[in-house]
């Protein structure tokens, strides 16, 4: 069993910043990639960024410069620093993981509300 849980979400106002954690817990032999998916009322859920073992990121468009993903692989934990933010990034954020136990497949956390305030 693998289990991820994310906390760090709630209310801002525009223009502040948030940090959300994902720790990933249970059977686990190693992590790959690790990444944060959001999905905002009526649309379907994106891309926010991901981070591969080795420490390689990818962004979406709409969060470049302003989200920084990071991993501590001691800890089994990943986060999003998010700053600079806007209302349009309201959603429930969703933490991802791959992982090998030993056969890999990708699990996901509960989700955590973001809500930001104009």
């Known amino acids: 069993q693998v289990q991820l849980v994310e906390s760090g979400g709630g209310l801002v106002q525009a223009g502040g910043s948030l940090r959300l954690s994902c720790a990933v817990s249970?059977?686990?032999?190693?992590?790959?990639?690790m990444g944060w998916y959001r999905q905002a009322p009526g649309k379907q859920r994106e891309l926010v960024a991901t981070?591969?073992?080795?420490?390689?990121?990818n962004y979406a468009d709409s969060v470049k410069g302003r989200f920084t993903i990071s991993r501590d692989n001691a800890k089994n934990t990943e986060y999003l620093q998010m700053n600079s933010l806007k209302p349009e990034d309201t959603a429930v954020y969703s933490c991802y993981a791959y992982v090998t136990n030993p056969y890999g497949r990708g699990y996901w956390g509960q989700g955590t509300q973001v809500t930001v305030s104009s």
């Open positions: 981070i591969s073992g080795s420490g390689t990121t």
């Open positions: 249970g059977n686990i032999f190693s992590i790959n990639v």
